[in-house]
Structures are given as structure tokens and as C-alpha cells.
């Protein structure tokens, strides 16, 4: 289950967006993904939650945890 802090950086028509999870509405909208994943970064940084970038088909490719992770990744990126 998503915590509503996390944020999700999706497609939104062309463009890219930043979003909470459980919500129709988009935080900001994006001309590129890494802008998106830079303000989303930002937001979750600040909040102490997750921070999950969609592809193009709406699958997690990359997850960052920027708050308290009961389960820390094994591996180093």
C-alpha cells in the first residue's frame, strides 16, 4: 500500500507529472521526465517518503526512499 506522501512521476498525454498516489490530480506537469523527477525528488526529500518514477507503460522502473525504510535495499546504486 502507497503512502499518501509518496511520489509518483507518470506520464500525463506527452508530457510528464508529478503525482500523489489515490488522486486524479497532478502536482505540476513537466516537459521532460527528468524535470518531473527532479521536482518529485524535491518534494519527497522534504516529506521523508518515496519517490517512484513510472515508463512510458506505467511500470515502477526506480524507487527511491527518502524516509524512515523498514526494509533498506541491499544493493548500492
Not at 32 to 47: L, M, N, S
Request: net charge positive.
Amino acid at each position: 500500500m502507497s503512502n499518501p506522501k509518496d511520489v509518483h512521476i507518470v506520464r500525463h498525454g506527452d508530457d510528464w507529472a508529478a503525482r500523489r498516489p489515490n488522486t486524479d490530480r497532478v502536482s505540476k506537469v513537466f516537459d521532460t521526465q527528468k524535470q518531473a523527477i527532479d521536482y518529485g525528488r524535491q518534494i519527497a526529500q522534504r516529506d521523508h517518503s518515496e519517490l517512484l518514477v513510472h515508463n512510458r507503460e506505467n511500470q515502477i522502473r526506480h524507487r527511491d526512499s527518502f524516509g524512515n525504510d523498514p526494509c533498506p535495499p541491499k544493493d548500492k546504486e
